[in-house]
């Protein structure tokens, strides 16, 4: 009779570990399920996911920086060109 309650219990405790490992599966199933769809109403509304807003938001903190830079640039090429006009119109 003990290897009888012997078997039973470790046949239950491979049913136990079997529905563990499909639960998992089910789980990671339902995510991406959930995730594919959150995604497309995202999509669908216009919005976009974090990584992407920073990728752009990285990437106009750069133009601002470049535009600042040209137009020091420009300032000083304006005043170079004031200057020789002057030195131009002294002569």
Do not use: C, P, W, Y
């Not at 976009?48 to 938001?57: N, Y």
């Amino acid at each position: 009779m003990s290897d009888m309650k012997r078997k039973i219990i470790d046949d239950l405790g491979g049913m136990v570990s079997g529905l563990g490992i499909a639960a998992q599966g089910a789980r990671e199933e339902i995510e991406q399920a959930v995730r594919g769809r959150v995604d497309a109403m995202l999509a669908e509304h216009g919005l976009v996911s974090r990584e992407e807003f920073e990728a752009v938001r990285e990437m106009a903190v750069a133009a601002r920086e470049e535009n600042s830079q040209l137009g020091e640039q420009i300032n000083q090429l304006r005043a170079d060109l004031e200057a020789l006009q002057k030195t131009k119109k002294a002569k």
